[in-house]
């Protein structure tokens, strides 16, 4: 059983903070990571991918990724109201399948 | 028009009815997948599809079966509907290997009495 790990929350920042998310998987042979942001009762949105170790910015997002620890997290700069909603962390298998897994997610409250 | 569209979007049901949940998809992916979401246990994958003719089952395919009526085309049903199939439903497209991303649809909140 392919196993992500993320802590449910709820996590608050105030307006304008880094928000940090966490995220660690059991398969060590994931090699495509994926970070998905989804509003009540939507559905979820790509925000971020990552494919190799170190970090990756796009805008108020950072990605970081550490392969040896099996590790996933996603940085929120200038934190906004507007980024109050449940974060779920993905990891593909390592199968020819290359199926998505997700973390229950972890949800997000910018106070402002 | 959205890229993945579900039908319907709100479905109560009777416990042992028979019920279909459709997806089509105008993103030309050849991949598609099945998910349902309940509170605390994220996202998990009912079944999922490479192609018309490649169909695989997910971690909870038990009590599901599906149809890939065509490229654009994945249907999910329900034989004999019960309680703890309660849930919210969405399908997904891929266009892996190209990407890795997943575009999913709106979902449909089922709900089974």
């Known amino acids: 059983q392919k196993e992500v790990e993320q802590n449910s929350g709820p996590l608050s920042v105030p307006e304008g903070a880094i928000a940090s998310l966490n995220c660690t998987y059991s398969d060590r042979g994931s090699q495509s990571f994926f970070w998905y942001r989804q509003y009540s009762g939507k559905s979820p949105e790509l925000i971020m991918s990552i494919y190799s170790n170190g970090d990756k910015e796009d805008g108020r997002f950072t990605a970081q990724l550490n392969k040896a620890s099996q590790y996933v997290s996603l940085l929120i700069r200038d934190s906004q109201p507007s980024d109050s909603a449940t974060y779920l962390c993905?990891?593909?298998?390592?199968?020819?399948?290359?199926?998505?897994?997700f973390g229950t997610g972890t949800r997000l409250t910018v106070i402002p | 028009d959205a890229d993945v569209t579900q039908t319907p979007r709100n479905r109560i049901t009777k416990t042992g009815k028979r019920i279909m949940l459709e997806c089509s998809q105008t993103?030309?992916?050849?991949?598609m997948y099945w998910y349902r979401q309940d509170p605390g246990l994220g996202l998990r994958l009912i079944y999922y599809s490479f192609d018309v003719k490649d169909i695989n089952k997910g971690e909870i395919s038990d009590g599901y079966s599906v149809s890939r009526q065509a490229q654009a085309k994945f249907s999910l049903s329900l034989e004999s509907a019960i309680p703890n199939q309660t849930a919210l439903y969405f399908c997904?497209?891929?266009?892996?290997?190209?990407?890795?991303?997943?575009?999913f649809g709106s979902g449909t909140r089922l709900t089974v009495v």
């Open positions: 993905a990891v593909t298998d390592q199968t020819g399948a290359n199926n998505l897994f």
């Open positions: 997904a497209t891929s266009d892996f290997p190209r990407g890795y991303g997943y575009t």
């Open positions: 993103k030309g992916h050849d991949r």
